[in-house]
T-cell receptor
Framework: DTGVSQDPRHKITKRGQNVTFRCDPI?????LYWYRQTLGQGPEFLTY????????KSRLLSDRFSAERPKGSFSTLEIQRTEQGDSAMYLC?????????????FGSGTQLSVL | GESVGLHLPTLSVQEGDNSIINCAYS??????FIWYKQESGKGPQFIID?????DKRQGQRVTVLLNKTVKHLSLQIAATQPGDSAVYFC??????????FGSGTRLQVQP
């Protein structure tokens, strides 16, 4: 257990529905990352926060995706109008940012299945 | 939990043998590299890291080698154990950009 927790572990939804995932990082970590992973692939970067500021977004993050980290602690990732192509494992990671050797610690992920 | 990497390259070794997992990267600006281990249904777990000003770093039973000339990274696991069976990913970072992951290798340890 890395100390990064994600909820829920699994989510099954119908196409067109909205879903929201939560990530609680390691408490002293100021950076929080969201990645997406599909079968047979490595995690793909989506976005990251330093404290409450969202500093970088991947072009994978379409306008149906939004992430927040309102108080610089937990974060939510919302997907609106889900599509079957959104089915994937959504991983959250946290770190003490700023150092060259910044290590990311991952949660166990939320597995999304869009029917 | 979900299985990770159904169609990944697979390395099969006997318990007790040494394992070598290789990774090629393309960004010559990458200056930091990490190896992660991922078991089924879990998130990636940090194993070992190396900065670009080094060519070798050792941990407990693991060694990472970096060859910047040919943009190649390897992970050596000594005396491989059944608990080492997992998918292994290399990841790289250039400056302040986010970590970029490779496609992974499945390690199967035969008892």
């Amino acid at each position: 257990d890395t100390g990064v927790s994600q909820d829920p572990r699994h989510k099954i939804t119908k196409r067109g529905q909205n879903v929201t995932f939560r990530c609680d990082p390691i408490s002293e970590h100021n950076r929080l990352y969201w990645y997406r992973q599909t079968l047979g692939q490595g995690p793909e970067f989506l976005t990251y926060f330093q404290n409450e500021a969202q500093l970088e977004k991947s072009r994978l993050l379409s306008d149906r995706f939004s992430a927040e980290r309102p108080k610089g602690s937990f974060s939510t990732l919302e997907i609106q109008r889900t599509e079957q192509g959104d089915s994937a494992m959504y991983l959250c990671a946290s770190s003490l940012g700023g150092a060259t050797n910044e290590k990311l610690f991952f949660g166990s992920g939320t597995q999304l299945s869009v029917l | 939990g979900e299985s990770v990497g159904l169609h990944l390259p697979t390395l099969s070794v006997q318990e007790g043998d040494n394992s070598i997992i290789n990774c090629a990267y393309s960004n010559s600006a990458s200056d930091y590299f990490i190896w992660y281990k991922q078991e089924s249904g879990k998130g990636p777990q940090f194993i070992i890291d190396i900065r670009s000003n080094m060519d070798k770093r050792q941990g407990q039973r693991v060694t990472v080698l970096l060859n910047k000339t040919v943009k190649h990274l390897s992970l050596q696991i000594a005396a491989t154990q059944p608990g080492d069976s997992a998918v292994y990913f290399c990841a790289e970072r250039a400056g302040r950009r986010a970590l970029t992951f490779g496609s992974g290798t499945r390690l199967q340890v035969q008892p």
